[in-house]
T-cell receptor
């Protein structure tokens, strides 16, 4: 069974640009969440999608957005990039029905210059 | 909103010693208490979890105890080994199934041989 796959693994962008990250969950999983990990702030929850609907949202500005497709794959978009957006972005998936393990992808390392 | 605090933030032990990490939370509606381990450069992985109707759970060298009245739960690692060195997180899973986890700052455990 394939794990959670995130693409790309590494990304370098310039301030002001926008970026789209992709997450393919484990087959059959309907819940996908996104997290930002930085040395200073730790792991912070961005948002969760379940069956193409945003179900939960963290405390991030509107520049951070996401969506989920009918096949449960999810994308995250960051517009007008700032230097402080440099981070490891992780996504996680689970079945979403009943408490169960959230499986994390390997992450996308975004560097904003 | 939900909040979780971990103590200590760093913990150094000798191989073979025991390690205990404690988490306190504020949301009494939380029903699911997982523990994640993140080794350097790797993704977070679930090591053990407990539901609110269970007071203790054990899996080989690791155990988790839950005190819902006092709103704290703890991770116990016995006979620590160098490969236990990692950052440990006790995110809150809330009262809704899925991947929306609220993480604290984590505890960095170092096991020296």
């Amino acid at each position: 069974k394939a794990g959670v796959t995130q693409t790309p693994r590494y990304l370098i962008k310039t301030r002001g640009q926008q970026v789209t990250l992709s997450c393919s969950p484990i087959s059959g999983h309907r819940s996908v969440s996104w997290y930002q990990q930085t040395p200073g702030q730790g792991l912070q929850f961005l948002f969760e999608y379940f069956s193409e609907t945003q179900r939960n949202k963290g405390n991030f500005p509107g520049r951070f957005s996401g969506r989920q497709f009918s096949n449960s794959r999810s994308e995250m978009n960051v517009s007008t990039l700032e230097l402080g957006d440099s981070a490891l972005y992780l996504c996680a998936s689970s079945g979403g029905q009943g408490f169960s393990e959230a499986f994390f992808g390997q992450g996308t390392r975004l560097t904003v210059v | 909103g939900e909040n979780v605090e971990q103590h200590p933030s760093t913990l150094s032990v000798q191989e073979g010693d025991s390690a205990v990490i404690k988490c306190t939370y504020s949301d009494s509606a939380s029903n699911y208490f997982p523990w994640y381990k993140q080794e350097l450069g790797k993704r977070p992985q679930l090591i053990i979890d407990i539901r609110s109707n269970v007071g203790e759970k054990k899996d080989q060298r690791i155990a988790v105890t839950l005190n819902k009245t006092a709103k704290h739960f703890s991770l116990h690692i016995t006979e620590t080994q160098p490969e236990d060195s990692a950052v440990y997180f006790c995110p809150l899973g809330g009262n809704q199934a899925g991947t929306a986890l609220i993480f604290g700052k984590g505890t960095t455990l170092s096991v020296s041989s």
